[in-house]
């Protein structure tokens, strides 16, 4: 692009959009000496253009700003009316409905000033003081009133008048002109009254301004709800609820929200605000900005948008394209040959939220703009929504609102009796934990311990064996795993094994070992019973009983009572005859009071698994696992006093019973005693850390002594921590 | 007796006796309020078996509640769950959280149902 085209307009110079000019540098020219006659012209339409005195009037004279498109002030700067009704026309060709509604309703309902008579030319200039230009004015206005003829706003320059002076005008002159014009009515009369008032840049939101706040405080309550409805998480819960419920049945469907939403912002608010505070920065700040820049500034943006459009880095990079784009944003003006900088944009926009958001707050703001376009009538409106729609959305907040929400919410808020919810969900997790190993095991499958220091042992079954009868339980289970890893089929080894873990509190692990057992040697005795005890631990009845009558059954001596077609259906009675029956063949055969008793344990008839495992003492008083059998029946028939001194015999005997020990606390703690429960709980643990249900016991026992600060080291599974803290 | 036989029961059974003792009856007087708790098998509200643990009288009754007026709360379990939270395997609260108990009515009746009401069954 040459500069030679922008000088003559080649077609490279075409500004989109532009029909005013195809020769943007000319335009520019033009704007900035003015020798265009069209421009001249139209500056010369304008009012007082010069920089000394443009009042609102000045801005009302819309033709010439029009032809200034894109400028980001030329908008504001039309008179409110004339613009608001224009920025919503174009509305209302889209939406026939809903704002061109909202239109109409502000063109009927709010008192603006009429338009017409401040388009029309103006006959008096007023001059000098303001003292006398404002008396000037006033009798001119008289004068009018004496021909009958309606009166012409004039231009008047700005005259500094207070608040309190417009005030005083105000109420002087309507009240002057109803005595003036008492034959006319009183359409004429407010015509009268406006026409003076806006060319004294006195209006309804100025006079409005100066009333209390405090009127409006219904308003402003709308409009902190309208707030609290936008920001409901600054609420609690429970508050929020009712006030959803409340703000639902307000509100009605969307189209209610809209209405409400356009009547807080969108029409009346904003607009009008936007358009008075611009008419105001006009009258303000923008003063000492005449015609001409703007004008120019207007080309100029042209003309940098042309530019900044051509390919060539040359002119890109050019000094003269940025100092164009400087003068289209405002940055520089030309003053008189003098190219000063102007107002930064970024200045503006501190005066624009200085002028909007800072003091007097957006509520009052709001409240009174309220007033000038009828607060009763927008109240009303609201009301009368309200009423009308209450659509299906409104249901499920009705339904919601009945559900008990608040007492959940107090309820969760209390907690978890004794617990902390960080506790809680630290327990979830171990549990879930737990759980699903447990799962793992509830499959029968053995599980073996990661790190086994008897694997590569010579002689790992005589090592598990002395182990057991040394009654170090848990290193006795290490080695038996070695062993059986060694030679999976040895039935020995894994009944050794499964006897280990039932003494050892772990009946999942005891149950997967004996199967194990029970499959290399299906008929063991010892296999089967201790299967059908687990089993019942487990309280698992259907299978306790099958391996039980499987004990029947492949016993040489009672074999034979057992009939075989039994096995698909067995019911407990049934099981309970043969044993008594078996029982009574040979009295003196332990093993068969102790099956019957566990027997009894399965059908819950204590008292008689009590008499068995009595009379199996008799015959075998040194079976520790017989006492602990004692022990337990006892203690669930809460006979657990009784209990506590079968255990104790359990233990004498074996001091390092592990379900012995536990079964202890358990007694203590169905009793209520739980602080005593809790150091057989530990050192049930210390000899088995790996007993779970202890772990879980001891946490409950924990809870109901309120000692949650030890929950962490039951967590932790600190067990150092805990036997300093609960020595036996 | 039937093989069928939920886990529960035994719990239930146990709970009954445990009732009549001192601890229990602290229990009644801690708590106060009577729960129904449903167990199902193996799917929940499928072949329910319905208990009622009075803990206004102190006692564990099988079948619906006929002491005149509302439960409390009303619980609904697997078996296995059941069993689980009974014995502490389980936090009411977690069960709650992944579906495994259901709960009808006052939420304030249910944050007091609590492992600690129910006695622990001892191992042979």
Not at chain 1, 150 to 163: D, I, K, N, T
Not at chain 1, 289 to 299: G, H, S, T
Not at chain 1, 372 to 379: C, K, M, N, V, Y
Not at chain 1, 383 to 403: H, M, P, T
Request: aromatic share 8%; glycine share 8%; hydrophobic share 35%.
């Amino acid at each position: 692009m040459a500069m030679r085209d922008l000088v003559n307009g080649g077609a490279a110079c075409a500004v989109p959009g532009s029909s005013s000019s195809s020769n943007p540098l000319g335009a520019l020219t033009n704007a900035l000496l003015g020798s265009s006659s069209k421009t001249q012209e139209r500056l010369k339409e304008i009012p007082n253009a010069s920089r000394s005195g443009p009042g609102p009037q000045f801005y009302s004279e819309d033709q010439q700003l029009r032809s200034l498109p894109g400028s980001e002030l030329d908008q504001p700067i039309l008179q409110p009316g004339a613009q608001g009704s224009e920025f919503f026309r174009g509305f209302r060709s889209v939406d026939q409905n809903g704002l061109g509604a909202a239109w109409d309703e502000v063109q009927h309902g709010g008192p603006m000033p009429p338009l017409g008579p401040m388009y029309e030319p103006v006959q008096p200039t007023f001059e000098g003081p303001p003292q006398r230009v404002l008396s000037n004015f006033l009798h001119s206005f008289v004068e009018s009133s004496r021909g009958g003829i309606p009166f012409r706003p004039a231009p008047v320059p700005v005259l500094g008048l207070s608040q309190s002076d417009k005030q005083c005008i105000r109420d002087r002159s309507s009240i002057m002109a109803r005595h003036f014009f008492a034959d006319r009515g009183e359409e004429f009369i407010n015509n009268q009254v406006n026409a003076l008032l806006s060319s004294l840049d006195i209006d309804d939101g100025i006079q409005a301004r100066g009333h209390i706040p405090g009127r409006f405080r219904e308003l402003d309550e709308y409009w902190n709800e309208s707030q609290a409805v936008m920001k409901p998480g600054l609420h609690p819960a429970d508050s929020w609820a009712a006030e959803f419920n409340q703000r639902g049945m307000d509100h009605g469907g969307p189209d209610a929200w809209v209405q409400s939403f356009e009547q807080q912002h969108g029409v009346n608010g904003w607009a009008t605000e936007f358009e008075q505070g611009q008419s105001q920065l006009m009258s303000n700040q923008m003063r000492s900005m005449d015609m001409q820049n703007l004008a120019a500034m207007e080309q100029t943006r042209k003309l940098a948008h042309t530019l900044s459009q051509d390919g060539n880095p040359k002119f890109q990079n050019s000094r003269f394209l940025q100092f164009v784009s400087k003068m289209s944003r405002g940055e520089l003006i030309i003053d008189e040959n003098e190219v000063k900088p102007g107002p930064v944009p970024g200045e503006w926009a501190t005066e624009y939220e200085q002028q909007y958001l800072g003091p007097p707050s957006w509520a009052d703001q709001f409240a009174n703009e309220k007033l000038s376009r009828g607060p009763e009538q927008w109240a009303d409106e609201f009301a009368s929504g309200r009423g009308q729609q209450e659509s299906a959305d409104d249901q499920w907040v009705n339904e919601f609102s009945k559900l008990h929400v608040n007492d959940w919410v107090d309820e969760f808020a209390e907690g978890p009796v004794g617990e902390s919810s960080a506790d809680a969900w630290a327990n979830a997790y171990d549990e879930f934990l737990t759980e699903r190993s447990a799962e793992k095991q509830t499959s029968g499958v053995y599980v073996f311990s990661d790190m086994n220091p008897y694997v590569g042992h010579p002689e790992p079954m005589k090592e598990g064996q002395e182990l057991f009868r040394k009654g170090l339980l848990s290193e006795a289970a290490l080695a038996l795993e070695a062993e059986v890893m060694k030679n999976p089929e040895n039935a020995e080894g894994w009944r050794l094994l499964g006897v280990t873990h039932a003494e050892n509190d772990d009946d999942q692990q005891a149950i997967a070992a004996m199967m194990r057992a029970q499959e290399a040697d299906p008929s063991n005795l010892e296999v089967l019973l201790a299967l059908g005890v687990s089993h019942t631990n487990e309280l698992e009845q259907a299978t306790a009983l099958k391996y039980l009558y499987g004990w029947l059954r492949n016993h040489p001596k009672y074999g034979a009572i057992a009939p075989p077609e039994l096995a698909d259906s067995l019911y407990h009675a049934d099981i309970a005859r043969l044993f008594t029956e078996a029982s009574q063949m040979n009295p003196e055969d332990a093993d068969v009071h102790i099956v019957l008793g566990v027997l009894y344990n399965l059908s819950r008839e204590f008292d008689r698994a009590i008499t068995s495992f009595q009379t199996a003492l008799k015959l075998k008083p040194n079976d520790y696992s017989l006492w602990n059998k004692l022990g337990a029946t006892q203690a669930n028939s809460v006979q657990s006093a009784d209990a506590i001194s079968a255990y104790q015999q359990a233990l004498d005997l074996k001091p390092n019973y592990v379900r012995a020990w536990a079964n202890m606390g358990i007694s203590y703690a169905n009793q209520g005693m739980y602080k005593e429960s809790i150091p057989y709980y530990v050192r049930a643990l210390a000899m088995n850390p790996k007993a779970d249900n202890a772990w879980q016991y001891l946490r409950l026992s924990l809870s109901c002594v309120s000692r949650q600060d030890l929950l962490e080291a039951c967590e932790s599974r600190n067990l150092d921590l805990l036997q300093k803290e609960f020595p036996l | 007796m039937a093989t069928t036989q939920l886990k529960s029961d035994a719990i239930m059974d146990l709970m009954k006796e445990h009732l009549s003792t001192d601890a229990g009856k602290e229990v009644t007087e801690k708590i106060g309020l009577v729960y129904q708790i449903n167990i199902a098998p193996k799917k929940l509200g499928f072949e329910e078996v319905t208990y009622i643990v009075d803990l206004k009288k102190g006692q564990v009754t099988k079948g619906k509640y006929e002491g005149g007026g509302k439960v409390d709360a009303t619980f609904s379990f697997k078996d296995d769950d059941f069993v689980k939270v009974a014995t502490g395997k389980m936090n009411p609260q977690i069960a709650f959280i992944r579906g495994a108990m259901k709960i009808k009515g006052s939420l304030s009746a249910a944050q007091k149902f609590t492992p600690d009401i129910f006695p622990k069954p001892s191992k042979l």
